[in-house]
């Protein structure tokens, strides 16, 4: 399947894969920051953006699936960074799993190696499910207020529109395939384990939906790991803190030259 993505600047490609239930805006200021010295590639994932919405559900592998067949038709040429905020980070690893020839660095944000609980699954069905009842994806908008720290959630409040803007707007089919997709998928710390790249984990230290031990787990386990703790920062640390979360990145690239 091949996907809707913006792409700007020249160099060494770097693919940012954007979370649940967002879209690649949610990466807007990285793209001007990092494209001085790379290609910065975003795309919208399946079901998500302005991307096709097949019937679910989603398994990891096939959003990472449609990654690599959009950067090939892209002209893209491996080997590139691939960085994912949390369901983006999923499928990072889903992609490092597979191909992992085709990755020269892995930037992990927000974001955690383990499956889901038998609990978190059944949740995910649940939602799946009010989701396609209601015909809507305005049951998840209460997702916002474990999106951001709580400084962010009362002091930025048009951030927390435009995220609610983008939550209301991803199309219920596929949010619910997105959520099956999540909830099915296996443990990839041992694909950590065996990258031979080097990895930058990007914690918040504020997050609501992955606590720092699992950042932390990500980082021991790689290699040449590194985790970076963004202080009073959520689940959303691009958008929440855009300078600290570049310049991790930026000397993250710097560093694989
Ligand atoms: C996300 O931000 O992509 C989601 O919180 C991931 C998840 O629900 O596990």
Known sequence: MRLAFDEQGSGPAVVLLHGFPLDRTMWSGQIGVLSGHHRVVTPDLRGHGESPTPPGPYPMEELAADVVETLDA??????????????????????AERLPDRIRGLILLNTRAGADSPEAAARREDSARTIEHEGSTESLSGMVEKLFAPSTLHGRPELVDQISGVIRRTAPGGAAGALRGMATRPDRLGVIRSLRVPVLVIAGEEDAIVPEEDSRAMAEAASDGELIVIPGVGHLSPMEAPGATDAAIRSFLGRLG
């Open 74 to 95: 892209a002209g893209i040429e491996p080997p590139y960074v691939v960085g994912g905020l949390s369901m983006g980070g999923y499928v990072a690893l889903a992609m």
